[in-house]
Each structure stands twice: as C-alpha cells, then as structure tokens.
C-alpha cells in the first residue's frame, strides 16, 4: 500500500519543513526590531551630495564616538540620482558619485555601517530627480545589488487620493520583499494619508507622520507654515499606539546642533533652537520611539551638541526592546508627562515645559500609578537622585526632564 506511506512522508517533509520556517524565524532578527538610527543627509547638503563628503560624514560619525552609541546608518537623501542607462537601470549622478553606490555602500559595511538611499512614488522626486514610479522592480533589484540597506521612498509629484498611495507604496513593499536583500522601508507621504493605518500592511517599516520639520521650536501664531519641534511632537505623540517593534511612526529629522544652518530645515521660519530646545527633541524622540536621524554636521560638532546627541542614557530608552512608545498622560499645559515602561521593569519619565519661562512643578509619582518612594535617575545629569515619591523642580522654558524609576507602574 504506497499511499499510506507516501501520506506519512509526505507529511513528515511538511512537518520539517515548517520546523525549518519556524527555526529560521526565530533566528532572523525582525527588521528594524527598534526604531534605526543614523545621519541623514538632507538638512545639512540639501541635494548636493557626494560620496566625498559621505564618506568623510561615515568616518566623522566613528571618530565622535556616535556609531558606538548606535548611530549605525548613513542616509543618503534626495540628489544622489543621474537618471537611467540604456537598460533603464538607475544610475547615481557620476559627478557627484564617481565610484558608484556599490563603492560608497562597501566603505560603510567594511565600517559597520549601513547604507540608506531615497525615491520617490512618482516620475520625479521631491527636488526634481529621477522616482521609481514604474520601475519598481528593477530599482529594488539595483538597490539590492548595490548593498542598500533601507529606502526612503517619497510621495512628491503624485497623485492626492490615499487608494493610489497606498497602491504605489505596496508596489515598492512588494519589489522590496522580492529584490533578494532585507531593506527597510520608510514610507514619506507627511502623514497626510494616516499611514499609520496601512504602511506596515505593504511592507512599511517606519512612516514620517508630519510635514517636514524645520530648525525651530514651534511655528508662530504669523506663519503660515514650517512646523518647528513642539508642532512635530504634538501630532506624533498621539499616535504612540500603532507603533511596534518593526513598525515606527517617524516624527522626522533631528534638527539638533542645527543651529540656523543654511539648508531645508533654515526655511519656513527655521532660524535654529537653543540647545535646552535640541535636548527636548532629542529626549522627546527617543520616549516616542521615532527614529533617530542626526542631520547635522558631525565634522564639526560642539560639545553641547555631542552631549544630547551622545547621551546613551536616553537612546536606551529609544532602542528599548520592549518599544513600546510613551503615552503623554498629562497635558495641562504648560505641563506634558509622557511615561514609557522598559523592558527590565523601569518606567521612563518625561516632564516638558511647553512655556517660554521657567515654571516650578511637582509631580506626585503616585499620578503615575507608583507608590511608594522609588530609586529615581536623571537621564541628562547623570545622576542618581536617590529614592522619590514625587520630583519637584523648575524648568526653563521648552526644557524636558528625563527620569528614569526604577518601578514598574502597579495593576
Ligand atoms: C521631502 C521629504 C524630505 C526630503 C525632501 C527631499 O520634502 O519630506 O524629508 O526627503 O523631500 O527632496
């Protein structure tokens, strides 16, 4: 009797082979398992790219220490393109990249660096170069040769509706998922879409949820547009529950050390923050779990800058594998608490004065469903506070506290 047999090893093969399919899941790393961090190139060159300047930004990026403290992508940006060969592939602009990403690609994984590029849904991108719209396939395909490790994939030149977004983005996810490599996917259609609602489904990784941010706290009561840290944080926050290990709302650039330079983030009003205003986006980033993209020039940092960006105390927080995102549970401003539970059982907590002055607070961690006085850090001092029921302090104005309790809110 062969069928019986054949049954029973047909079944045993079945059996193996989805022994293998879990045992493979279980050993690959979920893709962008904490929210990816690195430079990205757009507010300090615009489109003026190339590799030369990349390349001494990858180096400057190991030499002040921020690869260690897991600054881990270079980000290439809009202007890298030159257009299409004869077979259609596209090509990087052979001035700007004589050697070719491939080229620029191994010089970073020979660092333990990885390597992000950028397109767009559209025939063209955002600042006039060649999109993808089309060649969807063949471009993942490219990306995957050259060794490109995520994609930031933009929605300039396209049409409004969200069922032709959603569709080109699924295109691209699809041409991803085939293209033979793991990139991640970042999706860039400026939150106007609700993102957090369909990207992950096509194969997002991460997806900006606002327009760009400019180097500014906030936009004023006189302009029209160019939203500044404050505007950012107050849409993202909101949305702390769609985003997941795998699955990130990404609240833009860091604009931090910045500092009015002439470049995207100067327009709109961006005439550059304080630095107590760069700690805030940098503390308030990394409690929303939003990627972390330097943007500024890592050549040429100031101590000030290096202490917020180099605070590995509060990129903890961002890279917990717990990732889940803080919930802003008080805002009576010009207060905002944002609390984050950590994988070993700690809570971080944020305290953000919104007013332009100093204002003295007291925050009775019994609000926060923690009893009792707790062992309490203090995340930009370095500094154990000793055990607390309560802070009490003043901040300046647009300053964030970060403390970390060693408990676990109860129930
Ligand atoms: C859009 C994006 C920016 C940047 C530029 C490049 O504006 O939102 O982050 O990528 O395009 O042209």
């Not at 936009?219 to 699955?247: F, M």
Request: hydrophobic share 45%; with cysteine; net charge neutral.
């Amino acid at each position: 009797m062969p069928k019986p047999v054949f049954k029973h090893w047909c079944s045993a093969l079945l059996l193996s082979l989805h022994g293998t399919l879990l045992a493979q899941s279980a050993l690959a790393p979920l893709p962008a398992s904490t929210p990816p961090m690195g430079w990205m190139s757009w507010n300090l060159l615009g489109d003026q790219v190339n590799e030369r300047d990349l390349k001494a930004m990858a180096d400057a990026m190991i030499a002040s220490g921020m690869r260690k403290a897991g600054y881990d992508h270079l980000f290439i940006d809009d202007g890298w393109q030159g257009g299409r060969d004869e077979t259609k592939q596209l090509i990087a602009d052979p001035k700007k990249f004589p050697s070719g990403i491939k080229a620029l690609a191994d010089y970073l994984h020979a660092r333990g660096l990885k390597l992000g590029i950028y397109s767009d849904a559209a025939p063209l991108t955002c600042a006039g170069y060649m999109g993808s719209l089309g060649f969807e396939d063949q471009d993942a395909k490219t990306f995957a040769d050259w060794g490109v490790d995520f994609l930031k994939y933009d929605y300039c030149n396209a049409p409004p509706g969200t069922a032709t977004a959603v569709a080109r983005y699924r295109r691209m996810g699809e041409a991803l998922a085939n293209s033979g490599r793991t990139i991640l996917y970042s999706i860039c259609e400026w939150g106007d879409r609700q993102p957090w609602k369909w990207a992950a489904e096509v194969g997002g990784h991460l997806w900006r949820t606002t327009a760009d941010i400019r180097d500014k706290w906030k936009k004023l009561p006189q302009e029209s547009s160019g939203v500044g840290i404050l505007d950012v944080y107050d849409i993202n926050v909101e949305l702390q529950s769609y985003a997941a290990p795998g699955r990130w709302n990404d609240a833009d650039m860091l604009v931090v050390g910045l500092r009015g330079h002439a470049g995207p983030a100067a327009l709109l009003g961006g005439a550059g923050a304080s630095d107590i205003e760069y700690q805030s986006q940098f503390a308030l980033w990394a409690m929303m779990h939003s990627p972390l993209y330097a943007s500024n020039d890592l050549r040429r940092m100031s101590a000030a800058t290096l202490r917020i960006l180099g605070n590995t105390e509060v990129i903890a927080l961002n890279q917990d594998p717990l990732g889940k995102a803080a919930v802003r549970v008080i805002h009576a401003p010009p207060w905002d608490v944002l609390v984050k539970p950590l994988a070993n059982g700690d809570t971080a907590v944020a305290i953000l004065n919104r007013a332009d002055q100093a204002a003295a607070y007291s925050l009775p961690f019994e609000a926060l469903g923690i009893q009792g006085a707790v062992p309490v850090r203090d995340l930009h001092a370095h500094k154990d506070l000793g055990r607390m029921a309560q802070w009490r302090g003043t901040l300046a104005g647009h300053e964030t506290k970060l403390l970390r309790l060693r408990a676990a809110p109860r129930g």
